[in-house]
C-alpha cells in the first residue's frame, strides 16, 4: 500500500507503537524482518558465549564477522535464559565494541585540573608503589591483646563482575598476601 509521508509520521508516534500502527494499516512487516534476520547471520560465525556480568552466567551466541564482533544476544538454547538478557547482558556488546571508550591511561595528580597521558608501565608502576607505601605504612601485624592478625584496613579491593575465575584467583593471593582484608566484588553488591 502506499504511504503518504503524514501518514508515516502518525504511524510512528513512537518506537512500537509504529510499528504496531503500521502493521494495523496492512504493512506486512515480515519480509523486513526476515531479510535484516536473514543479513544479520548471514556471513556470521556463530560461537557460544557466557554473559560476563553477574553470577546468573545467562548463555549468549556471539556472531562474528570476519573476526569482528557484529552481534551478542541470548542463546536460546540455554535451559535458564531461555535466549533472554537482561538489559546489563543485552549491552555486552558494548563491552567489546565501543569507540567511545578511552585508549589511553589518564591520570590527573591531586589537585591538578587538567589530565596527563600516561603510558600503561608508568601507570602500573604508580599503582604498585602507593598500594605498597599504603600497606607498609599501615600494616599490623598483632592487635594489642598480641593476637597475630597480618593486615591492613588500609587498602580495600573492589573487583569488576566482568572479572573471571582465574583473575579473581589471582586477585585473592595478592590481596590475601598483602594482608588486605576488605575485599568485595560489585556482583554482589
Ligand atoms: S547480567 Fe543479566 S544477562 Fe548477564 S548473566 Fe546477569 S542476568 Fe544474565
Known amino acids: 500500500m502506499e504511504i503518504s509521508r503524514r501518514e508515516l509520521f502518525r504511524?510512528?508516534?513512537?518506537?512500537?507503537?509504529?510499528?504496531?500502527g503500521l502493521a494495523a494499516a496492512g504493512v506486512s512487516l515480515a519480509p523486513a524482518a526476515a531479510r535484516a534476520q536473514e543479513l544479520r547471520i548471514a556471513t556470521a560465525r556463530v560461537t557460544p558465549s557466557v554473559c560476563p556480568f553477574c553470577s546468573v552466567g545467562c548463555a549468549t551466541l556471539v556472531h562474528t564477522?570476519?573476526?569482528?564482533?557484529?552481534?551478542?544476544e541470548g542463546d536460546p538454547r540455554s535451559p535458564h535464559n531461555e535466549g533472554t538478557l537482561c538489559p546489563k547482558g543485552a549491552a555486552t556488546f558494548q563491552l567489546h565494541v565501543n569507540p567511545n571508550r578511552p585508549t589511553q591511561v589518564l591520570h590527573r595528580a591531586p589537585g591538578a585540573t587538567e589530565w596527563e597521558v600516561?603510558?600503561?608501565?608508568?601507570?602500573?608502576?604508580?599503582?604498585?608503589?602507593?598500594?605498597?607505601?599504603?600497606?607498609?605504612?599501615?600494616?599490623?601485624?598483632?592487635?594489642?591483646?598480641g593476637k597475630l592478625v597480618n593486615a591492613t584496613t588500609a587498602v580495600f579491593s573492589?573487583?569488576?563482575?566482568?572479572?573471571?575465575?582465574?583473575?579473581?584467583?589471582?586477585?585473592?593471593?595478592?590481596?590475601?598476601?598483602?594482608?588486605?582484608?576488605?575485599?568485595?566484588?560489585?556482583?554482589?553488591?
Open 118 to 145: 600516561w603510558d600503561l608501565e608508568r601507570a602500573m608502576d604508580r599503582v604498585a608503589e602507593l598500594v605498597k607505601q599504603t600497606r607498609d605504612e599501615t600494616f599490623i601485624e598483632r592487635l594489642q591483646n
Open 11 to 20: 504511524f510512528a508516534g513512537g518506537g512500537a507503537s509504529a510499528l504496531g
Open 65 to 72: 564477522v570476519n573476526g569482528q564482533i557484529v552481534n551478542i
Open 158 to 189: 573492589l573487583g569488576g563482575a566482568t572479572l573471571d575465575i582465574e583473575w579473581n584467583h589471582l586477585q585473592q593471593k595478592l590481596m590475601r598476601g598483602l594482608g588486605i582484608i576488605a575485599i568485595e566484588n560489585q556482583a554482589r553488591i
